[in-house]
């Protein structure tokens, strides 16, 4: 299983452990993925996503799942990601 974020695409990145005699060694920081269930209120659905703690902040401040892709980029966003938001948004133009 990938360590992306499929709402913000928030991946590893790289650096260094720095020591007390600033020797480095290289190391990973990974982000604080969670599965969570989001539920749409266009769709009357719920859809599991794994996403960053920070993802999940955004899409609380946003106001939901509808709203938060209403606003997200296309290119951040994972295919499933994707597809769910085409399917709001196209229950949206037909209500």
Request: glycine residues 6%.
């Amino acid at each position: 299983m990938s360590r992306v974020c499929e709402l913000t695409g928030k991946a590893p990145q790289s650096g260094n452990n720095v020591s007390h005699a600033k020797n480095r060694t290289k190391r990973r920081f990974l982000p604080n993925l969670n599965d969570v269930t989001l539920s749409s209120e266009t769709l009357g659905q719920s859809f599991k996503f794994r996403i960053s703690a920070a993802a999940l902040r955004s899409v609380d401040h946003r106001g939901g799942l509808d709203a938060f892709f209403a606003k997200a980029n296309d290119a951040e966003l994972s295919s499933r990601a994707l597809k769910v938001k085409r399917d709001i948004a196209k229950a949206q133009q037909a209500a």
